[in-house]
């Protein structure tokens, strides 16, 4: 069995961030990447912006490393290969190509897969998740020969491809199980902001609806909801979350929860085993706790502290990690811990009325998290206020002033 001595599984922002990373303070150790896509790195956060989607821009664009830099940083990258079992005693990682890699430090940069939608009919041909360059593709190609489409699932995926496709002169259906958008994190004024911004975009929200079965021959034609109603339509895009695909570590010594468990540093319970990206369940020194994040940034920027720390830096990571989407004339943004629980306090700002609504949440009497409804505006102060431990107490009635600015309290 052959080996390198840092051997990094997913080849998406985090672990390219992270060979980047090695090769500037190591310039002769060898770097392996192994990804279980057939392309080099490229853009997630394009696959579903319009100018890309709608063709508007050269699909070249999309990458974001050229094959050369492969060969001129001495990056070995493995193409189509998934990982399926991890021998973190012996240092061995096996592949679904029946080969395998020794390590001498390993990085897991594996990021999430697409929830699986357990209806009857999902096997149809015209059923899509957008997680890869490839479902994008079959997405973009669906488009041009569909009438109507339906979007399952209440979230960023669903709302950016319910303006993809009207873009496109779909008609659309969005089928969410709660009784407001994104139920989960927002409470019913956020929700109902984006429901009233997809209504005006001419996209159907169907709410408290679950889908029964997925009908039609080998292809789609239709959906039947619970309740009875029939839609028809030509392609379903399914967008209900995201999980760690995290089964082939079994019985290895890296220690998995929702994600895969890491300490501040990013290192696993196994020795020279390092996680980081979508993956990995961290220890966040700012909000305190062990946390997972689904971004663009955070993968990045973790990619760069784990590569710093496999090459013997010991730095911990520090982010205060943010996400934004615009749509349908509204914008969308989320900063720092948004769960919701029990032992927060949100403090409001600004209303449905006026079109501009956020939510402070306060933990322990410092702010923790942030959702913006067209005010992106706040979203820089906020990250220095969550970053800053600012205290809230004696200023709730500032933070409740949609008129205030949060800048001078920096």
């Known amino acids: 069995m052959r080996g390198a001595r840092y051997v990094i599984i997913g080849g998406g922002i985090a672990g390219t961030t992270a060979a980047e990373t090695i090769r500037k303070y190591d310039a002769d150790g060898s770097i392996a990447i192994v990804s279980d896509e057939p392309h080099r790195l490229y853009s997630r ?38 990982a399926t079992a991890l021998d973190a005693a012996n240092k061995t990682v096996s592949f679904s190509d029946g080969e395998g890699l020794r390590y001498e430090k390993l990085l897991l940069a594996i990021g999430g897969c697409a929830r699986p939608w357990r209806v009857g009919g999902v096997e149809k041909s015209g059923v899509y998740y957008l997680r890869t360059l490839d479902e994008a593709k079959a997405i973009i190609a669906a488009v041009k020969t569909s009438r109507r489409a339906v979007a399952i699932g209440g979230g960023f995926v669903s709302f950016e491809m319910c303006e993809m496709m009207r873009l496109a002169g779909l008609e659309v259906v969005v089928i969410i199980r709660e009784p407001h958008y994104w139920d989960s994190l927002l409470d019913e004024t956020s929700g109902r902001m984006i429901e009233a911004a997809l209504e005006k975009g001419g996209v159907r929200v169907a709410k408290n609806a679950e889908v029964s079965a997925v009908t039609g021959g080998s292809s789609v034609d239709g959906i039947v909801l619970k309740d009875g109603e029939r839609l028809s ?10 999980r760690c695909p995290s089964s082939w570590l079994a019985g290895s010594g890296v220690n998995v929860n929702r994600g895969i468990l890491v300490n501040e540093y990013l290192e696993t319970s196994a020795a020279d085993v390092w996680a980081a990206g979508d993956s990995a369940e961290f220890n966040d020194l700012i909000l305190g706790g062990h946390i997972q994040l689904g971004n663009w940034v955070n993968a990045q920027m973790q990619g760069r502290a784990a590569g ?5 830096k010991r730095e911990p990571f520090r982010l205060v990690s943010f996400y934004t989407t615009q749509g349908f004339g509204m914008t969308i943004a989320f900063v720092g811990d948004v769960r919701p629980a029990a032992d927060r306090l949100i403090i409001p700002r600004g209303s449905f009325g006026v079109g501009s609504y956020g939510r402070i949440i306060v933990k322990d009497g410092e702010i923790v998290g942030a959702t913006l409804m067209n005010r992106t505006q706040e979203l820089s102060p906020l990250s220095k206020l969550i970053e800053r431990d600012f205290l809230v107490r004696g200023h709730e009635r500032e933070l409740a002033d949609p008129h205030f600015d949060l800048k001078r309290f920096l």
């Open 308 to 312: 710093l720390n496999m090459v013997g």
């Open 45 to 82: 956060i394009m696959l579903s912006k319009p100018n890309f989607f709608l063709g508007k821009i050269p699909f070249e664009r999309i990458w974001l490393k050229p094959e050369s830099w492969y060969t001129e940083n001495r990056v070995e990258l493995l193409t189509g290969i998934k």
């Open 233 to 242: 339509c030509e392609m379903v895009v399914v967008g209900i979350g995201v």
